[in-house]
């Protein structure tokens, strides 16, 4: 069966620095791909959406890979800040069905 | 003005007990879901609705039943609650169904069973 896996250990960078997550999937050719942020007691809210077609995606400060020879994507956040903490997921879906999501990493800047 | 949400945030309830959660959504999607987020914090599809009919039925116990009046509204029912049932439930919308549709959350449901 399809499955999306990211890294379930907490990510501690410091302040400043780029924050990269990881998001792997196996079983599948997704055709979307996208990222959420969740803060603690809030629902996720949607941050990139990047296609199979399309290799990098930014917005600000965040950047988006999708390999589909990998079968992974990357999510980087340069110069980061401690209001970026929060947990990050990614989820992948085709035209045809809904969107499968990964159990998030969590990350953690500490200034 | 709350795009998605749900009522009520918390629920604390005995096992046995039937309970609801309302959800509402002002910003004119046509799909509507439900989502379970379990300890280890994995976002499940519960169900998914467009335009009032049912969607996406994945393989939830019958105990719970979700009901869309209009297509701004999905509430959930429980019947029966068991301690299992302890999760955060996620109303969600979004423009159209599957695809590149991003979906916007409510605040989340905390429902613990006792």
């Known amino acids: 069966s399809q499955k999306i896996e990211q890294n379930s250990e907490a990510l501690n960078i410091q302040e400043g620095k780029t924050a990269t997550l990881t998001c792997n999937y196996t079983?599948?050719?997704?055709?979307?791909l996208q990222w959420y942020r969740q803060d603690p007691g809030r629902g996720p809210v949607f941050l990139l959406l990047?296609?199979?077609?399309?290799k990098e995606k930014r917005k600000e400060r965040l950047k988006v890979t999708f390999d589909t020879t990998l079968k992974q994507s990357l999510f980087h956040i340069t110069a980061s800040q401690p209001a970026d903490s929060a947990t990050y997921l990614c989820?992948?879906?085709?035209?045809?069905?809904?969107?499968?999501f990964g159990g998030g990493t969590r990350l953690m800047v500490k200034p | 003005d709350t795009a998605v949400s749900q009522t009520p945030k918390y629920l604390v309830t005995q096992m046995g007990n039937d309970k609801s959660i309302k959800c509402e959504q002002n910003?004119?999607?046509?799909?509507m879901y439900w989502y379970k987020q379990d300890s280890k914090k994995f976002l499940k599809i519960m169900f998914s609705?467009?335009?009032?009919?049912?969607?996406i039925n994945e393989t939830v116990p019958n105990r719970f039943s979700p009901k869309s009046p209009d297509k701004a509204h999905l509430n959930l029912h429980i019947n029966s609650l068991e301690l299992g049932d302890s999760a955060v439930y996620f109303c969600?919308?979004?423009?159209?169904?599957?695809?590149?549709?991003?979906?916007?959350f409510g605040a989340g449901s905390r429902l613990t069973v006792l």
């Open positions: 609705y467009n335009n009032k009919e049912l969607i």
């Open positions: 989820a992948f879906n085709n035209a045809g069905n809904m969107l499968t």
């Open positions: 990047i296609r199979e077609n399309e």
């Open positions: 969600a919308s979004s423009r159209g169904r599957f695809g590149a549709n991003v979906l916007t």
């Open positions: 910003l004119g999607h046509d799909t």
């Open positions: 079983n599948y050719s997704p055709a979307y």
